[in-house]
């Protein structure tokens, strides 16, 4: 049997459900506990629960994102004990943040790439207008392959530092930023491509931080309604590039040096750089992107709703997780 409960405009379940081996007392409403609980666990995840029916401690919980742009989820609850399930639909009130490490999953990696891909094929007509959009989503940089961030700045403070983007295929990363150069004249003069340096454990990932490079969701939209069309805002962020770099044991840590010169200056460089025969790191400023903005961020912030939870949730597209 099935049936919708709303009990504000804020949150809204759907229940499926499917069996108890205990009885229930007829003169009360068990899916009311059912629905308690499900919205329990998602404001406090690690808090102790328990079986509305037997009420043995803990039930075991199981969820996946069904829709992306609804903020659905489908959760299973049940005990080991008297084995009472519930299969649950819940559209999610705004102020519960996920945890990011709950948002792994397959399916809803799957969401993502099928949202992305139907947004991508809708807007190809307009991607000339969209300069961001059509850096961050051209194929080449699957050919390209990023495969680490690096950072320089003038030894003597006397310019601002750079952030390279280092590429496997140079020919490939090169055209990337040679098409994108060439229609901002260099200089990302309205921040329509955001840079934001996460900091912070990923679970299932060696200490590092992640990159991640998208367009910006105001000046998207914007430019999207310019060309009197709609674009879905909850997949901008997925419309970007992610990588997550490990620093070497050992060896200079480079990023805090960048911090300090780009605190000085307000200004840097986002240029390709690719490796050459010796090992050196070459970097190409005539096909850089001059930037006055970068987000500096630390995982302990980002919640479900952030734009760069992105970078976040989808550890599988940054690099293979490590064990």
């Known amino acids: 049997m099935s049936w919708t409960v709303a009990r504000n405009t804020a949150v809204r379940i759907t229940f499926r459900c499917t069996m108890s081996t205990n009885s229930e ?4 409403d068990p899916n009311d506990a059912w629905r308690g609980l499900a919205i329990s666990v998602f404001r406090a995840p690690g808090a102790p629960n328990e079986c509305p029916i037997c009420h043995t401690k803990p039930i075991h919980v199981s969820w996946r994102l069904s829709n992306l742009k609804s903020a659905e989820i489908t959760i299973v609850l049940s005990c080991s004990s008297c084995t009472a399930t519930r299969s649950l639909k819940l559209l999610l009130p705004k102020d519960i943040s996920l945890p990011i490490s709950q948002l792994q999953t397959a399916d809803f990696v799957a969401q993502i790439q099928k949202e992305t891909e139907a947004a991508i094929g809708s807007i190809k007509l307009q991607l000339d207008q969209m300069p961001a959009l059509a850096f ?61 340096v996460i900091e912070g454990i990923v679970p299932g990932q060696p200490s590092g931080y992640s990159v991640h490079l998208y367009p910006d969701p105001d000046g998207l939209a914007a430019r999207a309604t310019a ?28 990023l805090p040096g960048f911090k300090r010169e780009f605190d000085k200056h307000k200004e840097y460089m986002l240029a390709p750089a690719v490796r ?12 850089g992107i001059v930037k006055t903005a970068i987000h500096f961020r630390n995982l302990s912030e980002i919640t479900s709703q952030d734009p760069d939870a992105a970078a976040l949730v989808l550890p599988q597209l940054i690099t293979p997780a490590i064990s």
């Open 136 to 196: 961050t989503t051209n194929p080449l940089w699957t050919e390209a392959r990023w495969m680490a961030t690096t950072f320089r700045w003038h030894p003597k403070s006397e310019a601002p530092p750079v952030m390279g983007i280092v590429f496997e295929n140079a020919e490939a990363g090169k055209k990337i930023f040679r098409e994108y150069s060439s229609t901002t004249n260099q200089k990302d003069e309205f921040e329509e491509l955001c840079v934001s």
């Open 25 to 28: 007392s007829s003169n009360s």
């Open 276 to 287: 050459r025969q010796d090992g050196q790191l070459w970097f190409e400023p005539e096909l």
């Open 227 to 254: 060309e009197d069309f709609v674009i879905n805002r909850a997949i901008i962020p997925f419309l970007g590039r992610w990588n997550r770099m490990y620093p070497v044991s050992g060896a200079p840590a480079l």
